[in-house]
Every structure is written in structure tokens, then in C-alpha cells.
């Protein structure tokens, strides 16, 4: 803002030639643009302000200077292609494109307006070459047909062209032949004119882009055959143009080169705008409000895929874009209004562009994973594809990123953000210098001259810094813009970082412990840290951690008045408004308002009285952590110069008193030394939060303690413990029930209703007590207590959500159901309706259920607006008779009698229009938006009467209702506003294990779908559909406790989320068990068995995610092409595409490439290392030990002939994907049926090994659970005996886990693609075999057998899963050698396998152009970490190892260890059979001897059934009689299992196996209404005066007495009345409080059961016709 940043000012001293107070004339000359220098001849320097040669004319300089554009002024020497490949670094690379400084000098300097007036008058003669920039339409272009109209008028047409083909070509697999056709058309201007530069650089972008994609993704990058080479086209290529376009074709290359360089890009590369917001169609170009660019009003004009996903999230790209259409105007007013000192203009500028921030999260809403959600629907799937392909040209050059769209950068700017070290900083920096040079300088101008947000700290004006703050908050906040778009990227990386991509993964540098979103997730909230640095300072704390706290309120105010909004004496419901002058607060229908709530002065005197505090209410006091920020919180909304230190009254007043938490009991307790009986009888309590207040606690808790332990618990001297003891209180949200169009609104009205609930007996001593809500009874106390109006200090904030706003149709009908106060926020719908549209526009409908005549709220208001025709009003009293009826004749409510009636009825009998209303127009009905307000149980009851209205009106079944009412929540026009209603949860039910939350990920049609949050289980079955951010979000964490990513999206402080979650809890999950000292190695093995069991969830919940649309499709339905994208992902126009095949085999290729990288690699390994190690440690140096040859079996199963078989059938179907060689047209539905096949038996063996898993899961809890101290009291070695039989349980299952792979193999190798049965020309199918056969090669060795194939090199048979041939042993030796093979081949290959940080954005996207082949980055991360974990483990236990090992002691040279491993690779796969007497069956928890004399020990049960005797743990020596004993404790305890419940499956069949029957487990549902709200408050009046209000309450309470007051010693004489006595715990008290789970059937008919799950049986029934091998699939 100062003059010295002016470029003409600056030259002369500082001072403006023109408007300095010193100058007489030129203080009238302001020029027109602003600025006074702009278009006047002024006094000083020009010409060095402007590096004009001496001795030229300046003015006249001036103005051919502005008749050019700035690229071709600045851009018109750029570097050579030699030059550019000297550059070593990417600094040196961005240092090729102008400095901004010079483009700002060259757009004629500040302010921002004189950029863009220069941009409007050069830009349409040039053909926006600079970048579109205008003061109507912002960064977007006027005219989005202009350039590609232009483009279609010259030789350049032939790539537009090619682009409308292209979704075509890449179905057909010709993407290349199709390229290679084109001619050579240069990109000069004399062929392609200005006007046209702009669809040529998007067109060119894509071709090369998807050229280099095919090139890389042909169908041999991941498993392919020696045979088959791909042939790459015979045409000129455009290598010597630079990397970028090293093998594309010069017919493509060229022109793209040459307009690049026109367009200012040193480099060629794609922007993510060129794909977006410079590639789309408007439907109604009149149709511009709020801005033009809208989701539902484009179209992408060149789609690469033609999918779904990518046509929905570019058209989404596009739309958040165009969202900021009108900021960059906003923006450039803001600045000249501060030019010119003109604050009330500032202020109007500064609301408007905040309006402008708070609507762009909703541009984020049309890009939706839920499949329901139509156009809208991005398939993360396909998402990744198009990730893929806009990976960039090179590593040099930028990369496709959402730092390149406008807004991100401008707002930085105008922010004044400081710091860009952040990853993301970083990166913003590095791509601001590739900006179009309109928009670089656009930057340049506020970043640098007249600042904003300084000029608004200098005013001192309450107003803008309150305006400030909120576009602050609308901007950077966590419900803001960023925040919105953090959220939004997590949910989608999350699914498709678990679906196994890399491309997906972002590769952002985090350990091995961390998942790529997550990180992706930390680098987005250090961004925001970045930006919110310059105004809230340094955050200690994540940004989504201070969502739902103190932090969110940061305006001050008080309570204006308390009126009455019905006819009841009791005033229930009250409406509050809320003085907001001067705050520069501003809202908009549907926003809440955040308040902390204050404590009551009743409350504060029990606590103060309790503890001795009420002659030091006034006291500061030393915080630290959350108090410490409160209390720089309360400095910054105060807008103080210096800190207030908090007091006593602060902390009681502000701080969380009641309900009594579980935490606030259990700090009590430990500071009481756990003397106080009703502390005791707290915790002994049933559920969870106790229904009382803290100073309800401690009253109780002085008059039972003795003095000597309170007196040493709180003490007086230092009364730093207050503030441990007492949290800082959270904020309410209120939806505000009140519209203004005032610029600035000087009130906000809140509905408010009190809650009220019975205090519990502890304290209520078996009185009725009632009691108010702490914030409810703050705000609306009952009337006798509101005469006097408080003047207490309220923060409140101003928070939208996105899921609960007015359409942006303003003749969309709408209908709004409430309950009771849930009528708040319609209020403010329908006065905003009226008041922005008048009688004229969408017709509203008020559904609203309330209890009594007299509870009826604004009713008057209503009456009005129905007799105006402005709305329908339709009302429900469940307690009354007296009622109201609608009528549409005479446009009233008619008195009439009605019996008692909840809403559902009403809705039920007004069920045709709220039917038509729910169906969208495109099912014929209405399309409306409905909007539900309440409790949860006003939700339940909107919901079931909806459902029968639509079954009564519209279908025949409820499965078409559940289709109409997900359909309205996917197209979000169905939204929620539940607000929170506390309810109790239960702590006494039989909790569910880890094993059964595993079996619950709902990925099979109509199964359950679980998830564990901070220890709680619910089934989000029914929710699903209603989830706004999709329902695949929710089922990427089914089965899994996904605490980590609830916090993570701030769900943990949301209480409407908390509010919905009771509805759905079941129970709480099985804790850990409270292993002591010396169970170390126990614990650490429950963590990696843990870990291991949510791996294998995780991949079978990613496997439905990736492959639903290939097990759901259909080659009957045909898909012609929708400018929506396709719809099935077989056929395109009748054809077969090419598409589903490359996602089966990118798909598949992982899977067989990798061997199950995330469950057979490293992480098994580290297992059976620490297994073995445990039983082998545990008999000893001398004992002969024998192991399961675990790793043994998956090598072999990995190099079996059915391995190659199926790798070889793979490596076929990748030959279909490009080019005609392929001939996929005569084997098209072989390969159909084998991707069908193949994904379904995927899927049986995740499933399979999840039962495995979870069995062993359950055995740490049957450990855990039958045996306690008795036992380790009778064997002093139990704990060793204890870990040795769970090892041994725990290696055998993996035994079984690795044999499932050669069964999957064996069954995957009876499938192929060659089913000449299955064509509709089975002649023609041969025939092309045969073709193939002679081309490759392999026609001479078609007869042979299968052992001299030359493409076989494993072996002959699977032997391995015979009956006759169970796997080997081995002993400990073996292990290790396999076990440092492993280490030893990791570390040399470290730089290959381990991923690394990356430094750069474009080596981010780089990698995301990598094989789809690889191991996937979370497996890869996981397994480099698990490598870490083994590898620390053998160094730890080295002496151990070599203690135990019969190896040489001297250590081998890693030539040695190598040429050992060799050898026993080539000798070890082929283990003998055994011996026949090694089959025999062994009975559950029965030992055996074998023919040598070996002690056998059992093995788990078999969850196949099979006969077939798994492999045995043998030691000669035998195990001790107490682990014996314990491993049949944990296999008798799996067989009873069996009888108790059975895995859970689905009763579909399936084509090749039909699916055995299984009864469903009986798991306990907790159900019933929420009860009411447990927070307390007094009812006392409020009062000004600290002391008088506390000196008022101290007559009757327990008053703690002085310390010279306390009576001494043991024996003391105490009086009657209220002064404490000492506490005797008794045993009853204590065992209440430990109470233990209930194991029988509770009243409820809940059952108690083991946390066991039996196995599904093995299909092995073809192993007895057959012998050795499968019998062929039918």
C-alpha cells in the first residue's frame, strides 16, 4: 500500500508525482484506471520506471507497447532446446520464464485493475495469448466456442478431429495407428492464427499425451510374453524437440513444440486447466447465475476414455474454477477502494468476494464416488486411469496439478501469505512462474502493491477486520474452500490408494507407517498452517483438530433478548437473538451458529464451595496446552494488545462441568486415592456419561473423604491443577432461524430449545431432579429466571454446511420437514426465498411434527405466507387433538379435529406430492429438494414415512424405494440437519472381536457392513446411501476400525455425525488384552497379527472396489457413447472395449506379478520369522525342531506350472489391449468369461484368508481370557509355555494361509480365454489361434507336454495340495536361510523397491505414469517397513539365532549366503512326499505320535474340512505339558466355536460354485430411543457481579474449610450435618467398579458369545476324482 511500491513513485522518492497533498494541479488528475499515473503524463522517471531507451518518446512507446501482447513482448527469444537441456536444475528451468516483475512493468504496474483493463483491450486481438483475464468473466474465457470454432476453420482441424475419435480409438485399442496417420500440419502463424491457439494447445496436449500413455501401457507392462513384441509405427518421430516429445510422432510433435513456444511455455506440457476449463461446452450461455461455468450447464468437449470418471471430475475441475469467476473483480475493487481510502466501498467489495468463497466448496459436491449419483459419479477406478495419462511429459517440465487453477494462488496473494515451505508451498511456487502471463501478473499486482489485509489492520475498523476474518475463514478455515478440498482429495485418494494403484498413491513421501493419503493429507494441512500463519500465528495443532472447538469462534457478542415463539407458559423453545453490531459477521440461510456456552453461577458456587476456591474467584492462574491457546484465543477475538491471564471464574465458567465423563470420574478418582465411596459408585455406572455435574461430584465426594487426602489432591498454594482437572468446554451449533438483506446484519435470531433430564439417583438421592442442558439452559432458562438480561461475553462463530443449503434454483420446489426446534433453520429458507424471489418463485412446503397446539411455533409468520399461496403448511401434534389442516381452497389453516398423529402419518397421507417431490425428473417426478431438521428420532420418523409414501404411490416393492430415495441423496437433494440429542451408550454388553468386525465389509450383495470407531462398532448398512461423500468412502473402511481417518476428516468433534452414529451402534469392540511385564513378545505379535488381518480386509474390500463393474457388467447391454461417459464397461456401439480388458489386466498382472505382495510377502515373512524364532527359543539349542515350511509352500506355489500357466493366460489377454494383432474380435467373449472367472476366484481367496486370519485373531483372545494369575502361580514358565503354544497355533494357520495360493492357482489355471464355444463365430476363433500359433512361434510345441514347454520353468504338478503329499517340515536352519535370502536380495535392490520422497510435484506425477505391473505403493511401503522390522529383529536377536542355528558360527560372506540360497532354490522346490503314516487325521485338541517317536501337537481345526493332515511342529525333545495343555485349550475353545456361529455368507449363487448355506451369527443390537440430553446448568439468574453471584449460592452447600480449620489425627468428632466423613471402601463398591462382561442372555436377549468364527470348507472335491490334479472347470 505504500507509495514506494508504486513504479512510478518509487523512482522519484517515495512520492506520487500526481497525488501527493504537495502538488496543486495534479491532485485532479486521477486517472480513469485507478492509478494516477495510468494514461497521464506525469512528472519523474519514466523511463526508467519502464526501461525505455533514452531518447524515444515515452508516451508514444507507451502506446505501441500495449497494442502487443506481453508474451509476444517478452517471449519472443525463448531458449533453445540445447540451451534448455543445460539446465541442471528445475530453478534454472523456471528461471526461462519472465520474471514477474517485468511482466507487471509490461501490463503497465498497479493496480490489479490496470492489469486486467489491458487484459480486455489486447486480449480478444491476440487471441487471449496472454491468458484470459476480464472483469466479467475472471480467468474463464468470454467466449468458450471462440478458439475451437477458429481451430475448425484451418489445416489444424484434423486434431480436433482426432480428439472427438479418440474415446473410440482407445476402445478399438488404435490410439497410435490413428496418430501415426495424421499429416504433418505446422503450428506457425501463417496455419494456425492467434484466435485458434488456445484449442490447438489443448488438442496437441492430449494427443501427445495419450500417445505416451499407450506407449507405455500396451499391454505388456505388466505380465507379458517373450513372444509377443509390440510394433511401434514407422513414422518420423520428434525426438530432437526436446525429452518432452522423445518418441511421439512428429506429425504431432511439431506443431505442438511450435504453439507451445507461442503461447509463452518454454516446455510443452498439459495443464490441468488446458484439460478442464479451457475443454468444455456451455449448454445456455444465458444461463449464468451464479456463474456460467456450472457443472449442470457444460459439457466436456474432448474426452480422452470417454469414462464416466473422467468426464464428471474434469467437468468438476472446471466448475471449481469457475466458481471464482467474479473474484477476480471483487478483488481488483478491494484495491482501489484501498488506493483511495474508500472504507465503506471496501467493506461492500470485501462481503461480496467473501460470498464469492463461501459458495465455491459446493463446486467440490459435483464430484461424488457414489455410484447413485448419475452424472456426477466419479468411478476412483477409472479415476486413476486419467491419472495416469495426465501424468507429465517429462520430469522437467510442470505437471497437471490444482495448484495451476486461479483461485489457489490469487487468494495467497491476496492474503499476503509469507511462508511456501510446505511440500505444497513449494510446489505452488515452482508453478506460479508457468502461469499464462495475464494471471502471473494479475498476481504480481496484489501480492506486491496496495495490500489489503494491511490497510484493514491499520484501519483499526471493527467491521473489516470481522469481514476479514471471514473470508479468511471462507478461504483457508477448515469448513472454508481448503478445508473442503483437503476433505474431498482424502476420501478419493484414500479409495484409490487402497485399490493398490501407485499411480494413485501420490508417492508424497511418508515412512513406510504411513498410508499416501494420510500424508497427502498432513502436506494439505501444513499448506493451511502456511496460510493461516500471518493471523492466528503458529499452530500447535492440526487444522481438522480445531474443528468443533473454541478456535471456530472468533467473534464477540452478548444476548440481546429472549422471546417467546408459541403459546407455552413453559416456553420450551425460545427465541434468542444475539447482538452482532459492528462484528462484520455475516450469514446465509442454512448457517449455524457455533456459541460457547457459559456455566451457570450455581454450578461454579458448588465446585468453588467444594474445593475451597470462593475468596479466589479472581485469581490468574498458569495454563498450559488447550487452556494456554484459549487463552491467546480470547486475546485475538478481543482484539487486545496485551494477554489477561485466566482466573478461576474463567475456568468454571468456561470450562466442561457437566455431564460427568468417564475421564473426569477417573481423574477424581486417582486424585482421591480412590477413598471416595461416591466416586466408586460413578464409575460402577452402566453407561457412559453419568447424568450429573462435576459439582454435583464433589459435594458428594467432600462429605466421605478424609480431609488429609482432599486437602493434599487440591491444594491451595498452586492451583495449576484446576485447569488439568477441568477441559475447556466445546462449542453448541445452533442453526441461525433469521435472514436479513442488510449489508451487514446487526442481529442473528437463534430457536432454541431447552433439554431437560432427570439427574441420576447418586445424586438426585431417588428425588425427581431435572435439570437443563448447559448451553440450552444458558440460552433459555426457564422464564422466572430471565428478568434480569445478562450482559455475559459469548463467543460465537459462523460455520456452513455444505450438505444443507438452498438450491441454486430458484424455481426448484422444496419441502422442509421438521420437528419441534428443527424449524430454525427454514426459517431463514423461506424469508430469504421471499425475499430474493418474491410470490414469483419455487413453491415450499412445510411438513412439521410438534407436540401440542400450544408448541406450534411462528405460527402467526406461517399463517401469513399461506394466505399469500407463498407456501403450504402441513402439521402433525402426536399429543393433541386440536388440529390444523391445510386448505388449499380457501389458502388457510382450518381448525379441525384430528386424533394424535407423529409426522409420519402426515406424510404418508400427504404422500403423493412428497413422492413426485422425492423422484427426480428424469424418473418423472418433480425433482424437489427435501430438507430434515430434528433429532435422530425425527429423522427416523421423516424417513419411514417417506419410504411409505413412495411404496404407496409410486412402486410395487421397497427395493424400487430404496432405488428412488438413494438416487435423491446421491443428487443431494436430499439433505440433513440432525442435530445432536445425547444419548447414554451401555458398557455392560458382550463386545465384539476384531474377527468379527473383519467379516463384515459388505461386499457381497446383502451382507452387513461394519466399522470400528474409538472402540465402538456400528453397522453402516443403512446409511451407506445417505453418506455425503459417497457410499465406496464408507466401504474403503469397512471392517476395520478406521479411528484414525474419522479423526482425520473431523468427524471425532462433529456432533451431528456423533448424533448419527448412536443410531447405528451395535456394541463396542474387544479390546486388547492388558498384557503385563514380561508379555512383550505377545503383545507385539497381537500388533502384527492385528495389522496383518486389517491388510487382507483392506485388499478384499479394495479388490470389490476395483473390480464391482467387471463381476456386475453384462455383454448383452450395449453402451453407445453419452456425453455422461459409458456405461458398461464391455461393449462401446456394440463392440468390445478395450478398456475393461486393460482394467483386468493392469488388475490381474499385480496380483500374479507380485504375488500378493501386501499378504505373501515381507509381512508374512516377518511373521513366520518371529514364530519360528518363538518355538524354536523356546526348546532350546539341542532340540530338534520342526516347522511348517510356510515359506516354502508359497515359493512353490509361485513357481508351479499352474503359476505359469496363468501368468502365460494373462500375458495373452494383454495382447488385446492395442493394436489388431491381438484380434480380440474373435475371442471376445472367451476373455469376457475368463475376467469374470478370475475376479470371482480372487475374491474367494481373500475371503478365504480372512477367515484364516481372523481364527487366529481370535486365539489371543481365548489365551487372554482362560487363564489369570492362578496359572502363572501353579507354572512358573507359563508365559514362555503361553507364547510357545500361540506361535504354534499361530504358524500353523499360516501354513494353511500359504496353501490357499496354490489352490487359488491350481483352480485359475483351468480358466482361459480361448472359448471358441462361447463366440458367436467359434470357426473363426480357431482359426486365429492358429494364426497366433504360427506367428509366435509356438505352433511346433503345441503337442508337447507340459513339463518341456519352453515356457514352463516351474513344476509339473501341484503336487503339494494332494492328499498323498502334504508339505514337508523343516527345521529352523531353513527358515533363516529363506528369511536372509530375502534381507539380502531388499537391501541390494533398496533403491528399486523402497519408495522415496520425492522432491518435486512432477516426480509425484511421474510416478503416477509408472507400470501398473508393480507392486503397489501401500504394499510396497508396507513392505519395506515389515523388511525394517526383520531385519531389526535378527540384529536384536543375533546371539539367540546363532545359538540356535546349525550354520557355521563364523559368518558366511554374502557369496557364500548367496551361492546357498541359489542352491537351495534349485533343490528345495521340489520337497519328497512323505510318508504315508504322516497322513493321518488327528482329532481337535488330541495328541499324537508319530512312526519316529515324535511328539505331534495339534493343529487348528480345518476350515475347509478337507482330510488332508496339515503339517505338524515336531520337536524331539516335545513340548512342556503346560503349553500343551494351552494350545488344547485354544483348539478345543476354536471347535466349540463352530457350534456357537458360522462365517456369514451371501446366499447368492454363483455361476461356477454355488455358495454353501450358512446360518447368520446372532451378534447383540443395541435399539430404542435416544434418551435426553445430560449436560447440566443452574437455573439461577445471571449475574453481573462475581462475588455477589457466588456469595449468593454459599448458604447451602458443603463448603470446604480452611486448612487451620481441619482437624487433626485419626480420632475426630464429627458434627451433624454437611461436613464430610471418612470413607470406607467397601469390597461391594470395588467389585461394582470392575465389573466383568455378562456372559449369559441379558433382558434385552442379547447373547453372549466367544469371539469365534468357524471356516467355510475347502471346494476340494475335484482332488477326489482327479488325484493329483483339479479337474477342469465346468
Known amino acids: 500500500m505504500s507509495e514506494h511500491s508504486c513504479p512510478v513513485s518509487g523512482s522519484v522518492g517515495g512520492r506520487c508525482p500526481v497525488g501527493h497533498a504537495g502538488s496543486t494541479r495534479s491532485n485532479s488528475r486521477m486517472g480513469p484506471r485507478g492509478c494516477a499515473f495510468s494514461g497521464y503524463g506525469q512528472p519523474g522517471d519514466i523511463h526508467a520506471a519502464f526501461d525505455i531507451p533514452r531518447g524515444v518518446d515515452a508516451e508514444e512507446w507507451l502506446r505501441m507497447r500495449e497494442r502487443k501482447s506481453i508474451n509476444q513482448l517478452l517471449y519472443n527469444n525463448i531458449p533453445s532446446v540445447q540451451e534448455i537441456d543445460a539446465a541442471k536444475t528445475q530453478a534454472e528451468i523456471d528461471a526461462f520464464n519472465a520474471h514477474e516483475q517485468d511482466l507487471l512493468a509490461v501490463a503497465l504496474g498497479a493496480p490489479a485493475r490496470q492489469v486486467m483493463l489491458r487484459a480486455e483491450e489486447i486480449g480478444p486481438k491476440t487471441g487471449w495469448i496472454d491468458g484470459y483475464l476480464s472483469a466479467e468473466h475472471g480467468f474463464c474465457p468470454p467466449d468458450y466456442e471462440e478458439a475451437a470454432g477458429a481451430l475448425s476453420r484451418t489445416p489444424g482441424r484434423i486434431w480436433a478431429d482426432l480428439c472427438e475419435r479418440m474415446p473410440g480409438c482407445v476402445a478399438r485399442g488404435r490410439v497410435q495407428e490413428s496418430v501415426a496417420a495424421l499429416p504433418l500440419v505446422e503450428g506457425t502463424k501463417e496455419v494456425i492464427p492467434d484466435q485458434a491457439l488456445w484449442a490447438a494447445v489443448v488438442a496437441l496436449g492430449m494427443l501427445c499425451s495419450i500417445y505416451r500413455f499407450e506407449s507405455k501401457n500396451d499391454g505388456s507392462e505388466g505380465i507379458a510374453s517373450a513372444r509377443s513384441k509390440k510394433k511401434k509405427p514407422n513414422v518420423p518421430m520428434g525426438d530432437d524437440l526436446g525429452e518432452e516429445l522423445v518418441g511421439i510422432p512428429r506429425c504431432i510433435a511439431l506443431p505442438y513444440y511450435q504453439i507451445s513456444r507461442r503461447m509463452g511455455r518454454t516446455l510443452p506440457h498439459l495443464t490441468f486447466p488446458d484439460q478442464s476449463s479451457y475443454n468444455i461446452k456451455i449448454r445456455d450461455p444465458t444461463s449464468n447465475y451464479p456463474y456460467l461455468a456450472r457443472f449442470d450447464n457444460i459439457d466436456l468437449r474432448w474426452s480422452v476414455f470417454g469414462e464416466k470418471a473422467e468426464i464428471a471430475f474434469l467437468k468438476g475441475c472446471a466448475d471449481t474454477s469457475a466458481s471464482f469467476q467474479h473474484g477476480p473483480d471483487a478483488i481488483a475493487a478491494c484495491q482501489e477502494h484501498v488506493m483511495n481510502k474508500n472504507v465503506e466501498g471496501l467493506l461492500r467489495e470485501m462481503i461480496r468476494l467473501k460470498e464469492i468463497l463461501e459458495r465455491m466448496p459446493n463446486a467440490f459436491h459435483s464430484i461424488n464416488v457414489n455410484p447413485n449419483s448419475g452424472e456426477n459419479y466419479v468411478p476412483v477406478h477409472q479415476w486413476v486411469r486419467w491419472g495416469k495419462f495426465s501424468a507429465p511429459l517429462s520430469k522437467r517440465c510442470p505437471a497437471s496439478s490444482g495448484l495451476q487453477f486461479p483461485p489457489f494462488l490469487v487468494m495467497d496473494a491476496f492474503l499476503g501469505r509469507k511462508k511456501y515451505t510446505s511440500f505444497l508451498g513449494l510446489e505452488g511456487v515452482h508453478l506460479r512462474a508457468w502461469l499464462p502471463s495475464n494471471l502471473r501478473a494479475f498476481i504480481a499486482a496484489i501480492e506486491y502493491h496496495y495490500r489489503i489485509p494491511e490497510f484493514v489492520q491499520q484501519s483499526g475498523d471493527p467491521r473489516l477486520m470481522g469481514v476479514l476474518d471471514g473470508i479468511i475463514e471462507a478461504y483457508t478455515g477448515e469448513r472454508g474452500f481448503m478445508g473442503t478440498h483437503r476433505y474431498k482429495v482424502f476420501g478419493i485418494l484414500e479409495i484409490a490408494a487402497k485399490i493398490g494403484r501407485t499411480e494413485t498413491n501420490g508417492l508424497s513421501g511418508a515412512a513406510d507407517a504411513s498410508r499416501p493419503w494420510e500424508e497427502t493429507h498432513k502436506q494439505f494441512s501444513d499448506a493451511m498452517k502456511e496460510r493461516l500463519e500471518p493471523y492466528r500465528g503458529n499452530l500447535p495443532v492440526e487444522p481438522h483438530q480445531m474443528r468443533g472447538s473454541f478456535e471456530e469462534c472468533r467473534y464477540v457478542t452478548r444476548v440481546l433478548n429472549r422471546s417467546n415463539v408459541d403459546s407455552d407458559p413453559t416456553r420450551s423453545i425460545a427465541l434468542v437473538t444475539l447482538d452482532i453490531q459492528d462484528t462484520g459477521i455475516t450469514f446465509m440461510p442454512g448457517d449455524r451458529l457455533a456459541v460457547m456456552p457459559l456455566n451457570s453461577w450455581e454450578e461454579c458456587a458448588k465446585v468453588a464451595a467444594a474445593l475451597g476456591l470462593e475468596t479466589r474467584i479472581d485469581d490468574p492462574i498458569e495454563v498450559t496446552g488447550t487452556w494456554a491457546r484459549f487463552e491467546q484465543h480470547l486475546t485475538s477475538v478481543r482484539r487486545a494488545t496485551t494477554p489477561r491471564k485466566l482466573t478461576v471464574a474463567d475456568i468454571l465458567r468456561r470450562g466442561h462441568l457437566a455431564p460427568i465423563t468417564k475421564e473426569l470420574a477417573l481423574k477424581i478418582h486417582g486424585l482421591l486415592a480412590a477413598s471416595s465411596n461416591t466416586v466408586l459408585q460413578v464409575l460402577a455406572t452402566d453407561e457412559w456419561p453419568v447424568r450429573g455435574s462435576l459439582g454435583d461430584l464433589l459435594q458428594d465426594a467432600l462429605m466421605d473423604t478424609p480431609a488429609h487426602i482432599w486437602d493434599k489432591a487440591f491444594n491451595l498454594e498452586n492451583l495449576s491443577w484446576l485447569a488439568e482437572l477441568i477441559p475447556v468446554e466445546v462449542p453448541r451449533t445452533y442453526s441461525i432461524a433469521s435472514y436479513t438483506d442488510e449489508l451487514l446484519p446487526s442481529t442473528v435470531d437463534l430457536a432454541i430449545s431447552r433439554a431437560e433430564y432427570k439427574l441420576c439417583a447418586t445424586f438426585s438421592k431417588q428425588d425427581d431432579v431435572l435439570r437443563a442442558g448447559v448451553a440450552s439452559g444458558f440460552f433459555n432458562p426457564h422464564p422466572p429466571s430471565d428478568d434480569m438480561v445478562s450482559d455475559d461475553e459469548i463467543l460465537v462463530g459462523v460455520s456452513r454446511p455444505l450438505a444443507f443449503q438452498l438450491p441454486l434454483d430458484r424455481m426448484a420446489p422444496c419441502a422442509f420437514f421438521a420437528g419441534g426446534s428443527g424449524i430454525a433453520p427454514f426459517r431463514s429458507f423461506w424469508q430469504y426465498r421471499l425475499t430474493t424471489d418474491g410470490l414469483s418463485g419455487g413453491k415450499n412446503y412445510l411438513y412439521l411434527g410438534v407436540q401440542s397446539r400450544e408448541k406450534f411455533c411462528f405460527e402467526e409468520e406461517l399463517r401469513e405466507y399461506v394466505n399469500a399461496d407463498f407456501m403450504e403448511v402441513h402439521v402433525a401434534f402426536s399429543r393433541d387433538s386440536r388440529g390444523l389442516a391445510y386448505d388449499s381452497h380457501s389458502r388457510d389453516l382450518v381448525e379441525k379435529h384430528i386424533p394424535p398423529r407423529y409426522i409420519d402419518t402426515l406424510i404418508v397421507e400427504q404422500g403423493a406430492t412428497i413422492s413426485d417431490l422425492v423422484m427426480s425428473k428424469r424418473q418423472g417426478g418433480m425433482g424437489g429438494y427435501l430438507y430434515v431438521c430434528g433429532s435422530v428420532a425425527v429423522f427416523d420418523s421423516v424417513m419411514n414415512g417417506i419410504r411409505k409414501a413412495i411404496y404407496t404411490h409410486c412402486t410395487a416393492t421397497m427395493e424400487n424405494v430404496d432405488l428412488i430415495v438413494n438416487k435423491a441423496f446421491a443428487e443431494r437433494r436430499f439433505m440433513l440437519d440432525v442435530f445432536m440429542t445425547p444419548k447414554p451408550l451401555p458398557c455392560n454388553l458382550p463386545t465384539i472381536p476384531l474377527s468379527q468386525l473383519a467379516q463384515h465389509t459388505g461386499h457381497r450383495p446383502g451382507s452387513r457392513m461394519w466399522i470400528g470407531v474409538h472402540g ?659
Open 1016 to 1674: 465402538s462398532v456400528y453397522d453402516v448398512t443403512d446409511f451407506c446411501p445417505m453418506h455425503p461423500g459417497g457410499t465406496q468412502i464408507v466401504k474403503s473402511n469397512a471392517g476395520v476400525d478406521c479411528s484414525k481417518s474419522f479423526d482425520n476428516l473431523a468427524h471425532t468433534n462433529n456432533p451431528e455425525v456423533a448424533s448419527l452414529l448412536t443410531k447405528y451402534f451395535i456394541g463396542h469392540l474387544t479390546p486388547k488384552p492388558d498384557y503385563q511385564g514380561g508379555e512383550e513378545e505377545i503383545s507385539s505379535l497381537y500388533d502384527l497379527w492385528a495389522g496383518y488381518l486389517r491388510t487382507t480386509v483392506e485388499t478384499l474390500v479394495a479388490h470389490q472396489i476395483e473390480m464391482h463393474e467387471i463381476q456386475g457388467a453384462s455383454i448383452k447391454e450395449s453402451s453407445s457413447y453419452d456425453p455422461l461417459g459409458i456405461t458398461n464397461i464391455w461393449l462401446r456401439e456394440n463392440l468390445p472395449n478395450t478398456i475393461a480388458i486393460r482394467t483386468f489386466y493392469g488388475y490381474q498382472s499385480r496380483l500374479l506379478q507380485s504375488g500378493f505382495p501386501a499378504l505373501f510377502g515381507p509381512k508374512l515373512q516377518e511373521l513366520v520369522l518371529k514364530l519360528s524364532f518363538s518355538i524354536a527359543n523356546a526348546g532350546g539349542a539341542g532340540a530338534t525342531i520342526q516347522l511348517p515350511d510356510v515359506l516354502g509352500a508359497v515359493a512353490r506355489a509361485n513357481t508351479s506350472s499352474d503359476a505359469v500357466t496363468c501368468m502365460n493366460e494373462v500375458a495373452l489377454v494383454g495382447q488385446f489391449i492395442c493394436g489388431s494383432e491381438g484380434a480380440l474380435r474373435f475371442q471376445e467373449r472367451g476373455v469376457f468369461a475368463y475376467a469374470a472367472k478370475s475376479v470371482e476366484l480372487d475374491i474367494e481367496l481373500l475371503e478365504d484368508l480372512r477367515q484364516e486370519i481372523g481364527t487366529g485373531m481370535d486365539a489371543f483372545d481365548s489365551l487372554a481370557s482362560s487363564y489369570g494369575s492362578p496359572d502363572k502361580m501353579q507354572d512358573p514358565d507359563f508365559e514362555a509355555n503361553r507364547l510357545t503354544a500361540l506361535s504354534t497355533f499361530l504358524l500353523q494357520i499360516l501354513e494353511r494361509v500359504a496353501r490357499r495360493l496354490g489352490i487359488f492357482y491350481a483352480q485359475l489355471a483351468q480358466c482361459s480365454v480361448y472359448r471358441p464355444e462361447l463366440e458367436r463365430n467359434p470357426a473363426r476363433t480357431r482359426w486365429a489361434l492358429v494364426r497366433r500359433c504360427i506367428r509366435d512361434g509356438s505352433l511346433f510345441v503345441m503337442a508337447h507336454k507340459a513339463a518341456t514347454d519352453v515356457l514352463t520353468s516351474g513344476q509339473q504338478s501341484s503336487y503339494y495340495i494332494s492328499r498323498a503329499n502334504p508339505n514337508q517340515n523343516v527345521d529352523f536352519d531353513n527358515v533363516m536361510s529363506q528369511l536372509r535370502a530375502t534381507l539380502g536380495s531388499a537391501q541390494i535392490d533398496t533403491h528399486i523397491h523402497v519408495p522415496q520422497q520425492p522432491v518435486t510435484l512432477n516426480a509425484v506425477h511421474q510416478a503416477r505414469g509408472r507400470s501398473s505391473g508393480d507392486t503397489s505403493a501401500v504394499a510396497t511401503r508396507e513392505n519395506a517397513g515389515a523388511l525394517r522390522a526383520m531385519n531389526n529383529f535378527v540384529e536384536k536377536n543375533s546371539k539367540a539365532i546363532r545359538r540356535l542355528s546349525k550354520m557355521p558360527p563364523t559368518p558366511l560372506s554374502f557369496e557364500d549366503l548367496q551361492r546357498s540360497v541359489l542352491g537351495m532354490a534349485h533343490t528345495g522346490l521340489h520337497t519328497p512326499p512323505a510318508e504315508t503314516h504322516d497322513t493321518v487325521a488327528v482329532g481337535l485338541g488330541i495328541k499324537g505320535h508319530d512312526m519316529a517317536g515324535h511328539t505331534r501337537l495339534p493343529t487348528p481345526p480345518s476350515s475347509r474340512g478337507s482330510s488332508r493332515s496339515p503339517s505338524r511342529v515336531r520337536s524331539s525333545t516335545g513340548m512342556s505339558a503346560s503349553a500343551e495343555m494351552l494350545l488344547s485349550k485354544v483348539n478345543q475353545s476354536r471347535a466349540r466355536g463352530h457350534s456357537l456361529h458360522s462365517r456369514h455368507n451371501s446366499s447368492i449363487n454363483h455361476h461356477h460354485a454355488p455358495q454353501p448355506q450358512h446360518q447368520a451369527p446372532y451378534y447383540p443390537v443395541i435399539g430404542g430411543l435416544p434418551t435426553p440430553p445430560m449436560s447440566v446448568s443452574g437455573a439461577s439468574q445471571p449475574k453481573n457481579n462475581v462475588h455477589a453471584a457466588m456469595n449468593s449460592m454459599m448458604g447451602h452447600l458443603n463448603t470446604r474449610r480452611p486448612r487451620s480449620e481441619a482437624p487433626m489425627g485419626g480420632n475426630l468428632n464429627l458434627p451433624v450435618g454437611r461436613v464430610r466423613s471418612t470413607s470406607r471402601s467397601s469390597a461391594g463398591s470395588v467389585a461394582g467398579y470392575n465389573h466383568g462382561h455378562n456372559r449369559g442372555r441379558d433382558s434385552h436377549g442379547h447373547v453372549s458369545m466367544q469371539s469365534t468364527n468357524s471356516l467355510r470348507a475347502f471346494k476340494l472335491r475335484e482332488l477326489v476324482d482327479a488325484g493329483e490334479r483339479f479337474a477342469p472347470a465346468a
